[in-house]
Structure formats: structure tokens, C-alpha cells
């Protein structure tokens, strides 16, 4: 599904530059939750924006269902972590949800009906004709969430999109994504710096050190549906933790 | 309480300018001035004069240069006000004869237009747009300038075409600032408007001011301050009234429109959202404190 092979990306000159991407391999399988856990700073974003297409590589191929990435692929989309950055404070939910499909080939009517899908699916089917200001930080974030899900992508890719709300809406915002997950069939690719986050979604969790090069790869083999109490009481969820903490810490 | 404090606003703010007009009024009524005529005699005059014989001789034209002046100069001011927030090299490239344009006050140019467009309506709607261009232009540079880049990214990976970005993302996203210099630039209009009539001119407000004032009729020249006056009172209150309608999500995301926005949004006007979602809000300020901050 998705392959990245010997990634690298250097800021300036290639020898004395400043290296965000090392040497950054692996591959995400169709429908697969990964999640990329590594500390602040260690070029997580900066591969992220490389695998949307957002920013060239210097060195190294993102393959996308068989084709290599060079712009942003029509098939991939991109959930920012500043919500009240990437949502445009002057249209409406509705609006902000339906600007893209516009330009991907969406009838009027197929926009409509995906708007309403999508914003159902994250539960603001009710607050379609809000603005983003009048919604709480998490709302937000599900409107951003509802964006990328009516834009009918392959691939999601998230980049701490939870880093900025409470704890409780946290946890129910990682709910919700595990129900679109399903419900929209979709491949995921999310990047946190919180290890009960990475454990708790994901099918297989990659530890990245800077500069951004896999140094441990974890199978979550934790049985779904997930729950927040249930699934991060088993001894299995307390063992990954603890070995992804010494990853990170190593 | 709410209501109550509204009435005394509006009380506080109505009783100042009737004392004024009372005061003036009491005072020339026995002065016996000749050049500040009693209030019952500039009112008498204003009536006859602007009441309406005098309004499609004079005050219309007057209008209709100062509305010319200003959409030209609204359409180039934010036309290449884009264009140069965009283009880096085209903004450096220019900057020493936009600064050098913009100190040159329109005035001093009135002599060159009549030479070149002669004594009709042209000179003067030149003029005009040359004096209110600048505020726009500066101000629209500086808000394509400030533009969040997320959201630009957030375009990209959505892979919205440049026309769509130009008319959804980056003019709205300017439109604070555009309004800005906007509002700068209609008092600067006004100005304008009114000298460029004193000059080589057969009518308008500010040809019969000084008319007036050459031919000793001051009641009928003071009627044409207030009335100039007046139409800048009306003009500015239509604009803010057109800004607030055109820029509300602005004040809403910045917080300042929580009364509103609970209604709105049907539900508790909880402030903490606003709080979260502009970390930069700063509710003590007055409601166009930011929007009124213009570069002029």
C-alpha cells in the first residue's frame, strides 16, 4: 500500500546541512492502523509532510500503491495538528468539510451527501451550520477528521492531531477514530509522541530516533474492539508499553 | 442591566453633541457675529440649500468622483496588493517607489491632473484614487503576508487549485487588513474629494464652500462644512456597518462575538472553545481594536 524506501531529507546543504530524515524504511499494509511514536523533535513531521507530498525528499522513494510521490496524491489525506490552524474560520463546518471535494471531481450532490457522511460519522451531523470558532478544541479536531474522511482517501495520515485537547476528550477522540477506521475502511498512518496512544490504536507501532530512522518495530496484537479500560488493563498492553518506553528512552 | 447600561451609553453619547449645538446655538444668537451666523440662520440656509436644490448640482458629483475614486482605487490597491504579497522579489523590487509614492501626498499632484486630464471629473477621481490607494495596497500586502501557512498546506494536500486558494483562502484571509487600510482610505477619499474641488472646479461641495466663502456668504459656506461633515459621519458609520457584517467570523474567532455565537451555535456559549481555539485572543480589547490597526 504504502512503501518508503531509504527516505532521507536534509535542510540546506546535503553534507552540512541539518539532517531531519535520516534513513527512514518501512512499509504500511492496506487497511492498516500504524502508529509512528518518537519524542518532540526528532523529524516526525518533517517525514510526515515528505510521505504527503507536501515537501520533497532529498533522497529516497514514497510509493503509494505502486505510483512514487512527487505532489500531493490524490488518494491521501493529511489531518494537521493545529485544528484552528488548517480549518478556515470563515466557512461554515459544512463548508470546510465539502471546499475540497469540490476540486476532486465530486458531483454537487455526491459533496452533499459525503459532507453529511462524514460529519455523522465524527457525531457533528447536527452542528453542520456552526463555524469552527463556536465548536470546543475537539470538535474541531473532528471537523478536521470529517474533512479528511469525506475526501474518500486511501491513506490518512495524522500528524498528532490529539496533542491539543483534554484528556477525556482525548481518549474519546481516539475512539472515534477507531470507529471511522472501520466504518470508512481506510489505511492510517498517525504519528504521536504518547506511547499508551500509539499502543491503544494502532495494529503495529514504529519507534523513530532522530533523524527520523526506525530503531524498533512492535506488533500490537491487542484484540479488537478496543476499549479504554478493558484493553490498557491487559498484561499484554502493560508489556508494550514498557518495551516501546525503553525504545524511546535507548 | 444590560438594556439599562445600553440606554446610557447611547444617552451619554447623544447629550454631547446636543449640548454642543445648543451651546453654539445660545451663544451666536447674541454674538452678532459675521463669521459665526446664528444656528437658526445656517439651519434656515441649509434647508434652502441642500434641501434638495442644491444636491444633483453639487453633492452628487461630489459623490459620484469620491465613489469612482475609491472603487478604482479599492480594485488596484488589492489587485496589487496580492499580486506583491505573493511575488517576494516583485514586493522588494517595488518597495522603494511604493514609499516614495505613498509620501507624496496626492494634493501636490492636482496641478500635473489637470494637465493631463483636464478640468473635468477625471482629474479628480485621479486624485482620489491616488490618495486612497496606499493604505489598501500596504495593508493588503501585509495581511497576504501574514497568512497562516498550515493553511496553505492544508490547501496543497488537498490538492485545491490556485484560483480556488487566491478566492477562498488567501483574499478572505487578508480581508481584516484589506478592511483596514479600506477604512483609512474613505476618510483620506473624503479629504480629497474636497480639495480637489477647491481647484479648477464648476461644482461639487467643496467648490461651493469656497464659492461661498469668496462671495461673503458664510451661512451658506458653513453649510457646506456640515454637510461634508455630515457625509463623512454617514459614510464611515455605513462601512463599519458593512465590515461588521463582512468580517464576522473574524471578531468570532477572536472571541469577541460570544453573545452572538451561543446563539448561533445553539447551545452554551462556553468560552473556553474560543479560549482553545485562539490562543492569541485577547477579549479586553475593544471589538475592532485589531481590525482598526491599519498601516497607513
Given at each position: 500500500?504504502?512503501?518508503?524506501?531509504?527516505?532521507?531529507?536534509?535542510?540546506?546543504?546535503?553534507?552540512?546541512?541539518?539532517?531531519?530524515?535520516?534513513?527512514?524504511?518501512?512499509?504500511?499494509?492496506?487497511?492498516?492502523?500504524?502508529?509512528?511514536?518518537?519524542?518532540?523533535?526528532?523529524?516526525?513531521?518533517?517525514?510526515?509532510?515528505?510521505?504527503?507530498?507536501?515537501?520533497?525528499?532529498?533522497?529516497?522513494?514514497?510509493?503509494?500503491?505502486?505510483?512514487?510521490?512527487?505532489?500531493?496524491?490524490?488518494?491521501?489525506?493529511?489531518?494537521?495538528?493545529?485544528?484552528?490552524?488548517?480549518l478556515l474560520p470563515?466557512?461554515?463546518?459544512?463548508?470546510?468539510?465539502?471546499?475540497?471535494?469540490?476540486?476532486?471531481?465530486?458531483?454537487?450532490?455526491?459533496?452533499?451527501?459525503?459532507?453529511?457522511?462524514?460529519?455523522?460519522?465524527?457525531?457533528?451531523g447536527n452542528r453542520h451550520r456552526a463555524f469552527p470558532w463556536q465548536l470546543s478544541g475537539g470538535m474541531q479536531q473532528r471537523?478536521?477528521?470529517?474533512?479528511?474522511?469525506?475526501?474518500?482517501?486511501?491513506?490518512?495520515?495524522?500528524?498528532?492531531p490529539f496533542a491539543s485537547v483534554d484528556a477525556q476528550t482525548r481518549s474519546d477522540l481516539e475512539d472515534l477514530l477507531l470507529q471511522v477506521w472501520e466504518r470508512y475502511a481506510v489505511t492510517i498512518v498517525f504519528v504521536t509522541h504518547d506511547i499508551d496512544e500509539a499502543v491503544y490504536l494502532a495494529d503495529r507501532v514504529l519507534v523513530l530516533q532522530a533523524p527520523a530512522t526506525v530503531s524498533v518495530v512492535a506488533d500490537v496484537d491487542l484484540p479488537r474492539p478496543r476499549d479504554q479500560i478493558t484493553t490498557k488493563a491487559l498484561p499484554e498492553f502493560a508489556r508494550l508499553r514498557s518495551e516501546l518506553l525503553s525504545a524511546l528512552r535507548h | 442591566m444590560n438594556a439599562a447600561s445600553r440606554a446610557g451609553t447611547f444617552l451619554a453619547q447623544f447629550l454631547l453633541p446636543v449640548a454642543v449645538v445648543v451651546g453654539y446655538g445660545l451663544w451666536s444668537s447674541q454674538a452678532d457675529s459675521f463669521y459665526f451666523p446664528p444656528l437658526q440662520e445656517i439651519g434656515e440656509t441649509f434647508a434652502d440649500t441642500w434641501l434638495f436644490e442644491r444636491v444633483p448640482v453639487d453633492l452628487l458629483p461630489s459623490l459620484g468622483?469620491?465613489?469612482?475614486?475609491?472603487?478604482?482605487?479599492?480594485?488596484?490597491?488589492?489587485?496589487?496588493?496580492?499580486?506583491?504579497?505573493?511575488?517576494?522579489?516583485?514586493?522588494?523590487?517595488?518597495?522603494?517607489?511604493?514609499?516614495?509614492?505613498?509620501?507624496?501626498?496626492?494634493?501636490?499632484?492636482?496641478?500635473?491632473?489637470?494637465?493631463?486630464?483636464?478640468?473635468?471629473?477625471?482629474?479628480?477621481?485621479?486624485?482620489?484614487?491616488?490618495?486612497?490607494?496606499?493604505?489598501?495596497?500596504?495593508?493588503?500586502?501585509?495581511?497576504?503576508?501574514?497568512?497562516?501557512s498550515q493553511q496553505l498546506d492544508m490547501a496543497r494536500s488537498?490538492?485545491?487549485?490556485?484560483?480556488?486558494?487566491?478566492?477562498?483562502?488567501?483574499?478572505?484571509?487578508?480581508?481584516?487588513?484589506?478592511?483596514?487600510?479600506?477604512?483609512?482610505?474613505?476618510?483620506?477619499?473624503?479629504?480629497?474629494?474636497?480639495?480637489?474641488?477647491?481647484?479648477?472646479?464648476?461644482?461639487?461641495?467643496?467648490?461651493?464652500?469656497?464659492?461661498?466663502?469668496?462671495?461673503?456668504?458664510?451661512?451658506?459656506?458653513?453649510?457646506?462644512?456640515?454637510?461634508?461633515?455630515?457625509?463623512?459621519?454617514?459614510?464611515?458609520?455605513?462601512?463599519?456597518?458593512?465590515?461588521?457584517?463582512?468580517?464576522?467570523?473574524?471578531?468570532?474567532?477572536?472571541?469577541?462575538?460570544r453573545e452572538d455565537a451561543g446563539g448561533r451555535a445553539g447551545d452554551a456559549p462556553a468560552p473556553a472553545p474560543a479560549d482553545e481555539a485562539a490562543p492569541d485572543a485577547t477579549p479586553a480589547i475593544p471589538p475592532t481594536a485589531r481590525s482598526s490597526r491599519p498601516v497607513s
Open positions: 500500500m504504502l512503501e518508503v524506501s531509504h527516505l532521507r531529507k536534509v535542510y540546506g546543504n546535503q553534507e552540512t546541512g541539518n539532517v531531519a530524515v535520516g534513513d527512514l524504511s518501512f512499509t504500511v499494509g492496506e487497511k492498516e492502523f500504524v502508529c509512528i511514536l518518537g519524542s518532540s523533535g526528532c523529524g516526525k513531521t518533517t517525514m510526515l509532510r515528505c510521505l504527503s507530498g507536501l515537501a520533497p525528499a532529498t533522497s529516497g522513494d514514497v510509493v503509494l500503491e505502486g505510483r512514487k510521490v512527487s505532489g500531493p496524491p490524490k488518494d491521501l489525506a493529511y489531518v494537521f495538528q493545529d485544528y484552528s490552524r488548517s470563515w466557512m461554515t463546518v459544512e463548508g470546510n468539510v465539502s471546499f475540497p471535494l469540490r476540486y476532486k471531481g465530486m458531483s454537487k450532490q455526491e459533496a452533499r451527501a459525503a459532507t453529511a457522511e462524514a460529519l455523522d460519522a465524527v457525531g457533528l471537523v478536521a477528521i470529517a474533512r479528511a474522511l469525506a475526501y474518500r482517501p486511501r491513506v490518512l495520515l495524522m500528524d498528532e | 468622483r469620491l465613489a469612482a475614486g475609491y472603487v478604482l482605487a479599492v480594485v488596484v490597491g488589492v489587485g496589487v496588493g496580492l499580486a506583491l504579497g505573493l511575488w517576494r522579489i516583485a514586493r522588494l523590487a517595488s518597495e522603494p517607489v511604493v514609499e516614495f509614492l505613498r509620501a507624496l501626498p496626492a494634493p501636490a499632484l492636482i496641478p500635473f491632473a489637470l494637465l493631463l486630464f483636464g478640468t473635468g471629473n477625471n482629474s479628480k477621481v485621479f486624485i482620489i484614487a491616488l490618495g486612497t490607494v496606499w493604505p489598501i495596497l500596504l495593508n493588503t500586502i501585509d495581511g497576504v503576508r501574514g497568512l497562516e488537498y490538492r485545491i487549485p490556485p484560483r480556488s486558494v487566491l478566492l477562498h483562502i488567501i483574499l478572505p484571509a487578508a480581508s481584516p487588513r484589506i478592511f483596514a487600510g479600506m477604512r483609512t482610505s474613505l476618510s483620506i477619499g473624503i479629504i480629497l474629494m474636497v480639495i480637489s474641488e477647491m481647484v479648477a472646479s464648476d461644482n461639487g461641495v467643496g467648490y461651493f464652500i469656497l464659492q461661498s466663502q469668496r462671495s461673503f456668504r458664510i451661512p451658506e459656506m458653513w453649510t457646506g462644512i456640515v454637510l461634508i461633515g455630515l457625509v463623512g459621519f454617514v459614510l464611515n458609520w455605513l462601512f463599519l456597518r458593512v465590515e461588521a457584517r463582512v468580517l464576522f467570523w473574524h471578531r468570532g474567532a477572536r472571541g469577541l462575538l
